[in-house]
């Protein structure tokens, strides 16, 4: 990953959630969305979208007089690196053992044991280099 992406807490991934789903969105919108299916207060869902801004996850202009949020952080980008810490979590960051733990119960076809193989030994599937 060429940057390294802000650290968010769980309550703020929801609302990139709803930002990555519905910008360009205003203030009023996530949190008229988030009250429906959290138990915050608009105070809170004000504060998570603040500190968002302050750490480069959201970006937002004024529109009128309404505030207008968009990502700067792509979802992909962000699932990607939710992967790694996954990982890192759950297995110590050993790759190998949560895939030996999926080959033995038969989830990875033929396939999918091929890209792991490529990518592996540093060659995507699609035959171009990766740079990590």
């Given at each position: 990953?060429?940057?390294?992406?802000?650290?968010?807490s769980e309550?703020?991934?929801?609302v990139?959630?709803i930002?990555?789903k519905?910008?360009p969105?205003?203030t009023?919108?996530?949190?008229?969305?988030l009250?429906?299916t959290?138990?915050?207060s608009?105070?809170?869902?004000?504060?998570?979208?603040?500190?968002?801004?302050?750490k480069?996850?959201?970006?937002?202009e004024?529109q009128?007089?309404v505030f207008?949020?968009t990502?700067?952080v792509?979802?992909?980008e962000?699932?990607?690196?939710a992967?790694?810490?996954?990982?890192t979590?759950f297995?110590?960051?050993?790759?190998?053992?949560m895939?030996?733990a999926?080959i033995?119960?038969?989830?990875l076809?033929?396939?999918?044991?091929?890209?792991?193989?490529?990518?592996l030994?540093?060659?995507s599937p699609?035959g171009?280099?990766?740079?990590?």
């Amino acid at each position: 990953m060429s940057h390294d992406l802000p650290q968010i807490s769980e309550a703020e991934f929801e609302v990139m959630k709803i930002v990555w789903k519905h910008a360009p969105i205003s203030t009023n919108e996530i949190t008229e969305k988030l009250l429906r299916t959290t138990s915050w207060s608009p105070k809170t869902i004000q504060t998570l979208i603040k500190r968002l801004v302050n750490k480069g996850a959201l970006t937002y202009e004024k529109q009128s007089r309404v505030f207008v949020y968009t990502p700067l952080v792509k979802e992909d980008e962000y699932i990607g690196q939710a992967s790694n810490s996954f990982l890192t979590r759950f297995y110590n960051g050993k790759i190998a053992s949560m895939v030996s733990a999926y080959i033995e119960n038969d989830r990875l076809s033929e396939a999918e044991i091929e890209d792991l193989r490529s990518l592996l030994s540093g060659k995507s599937p699609k035959g171009e280099s990766q740079h990590g």
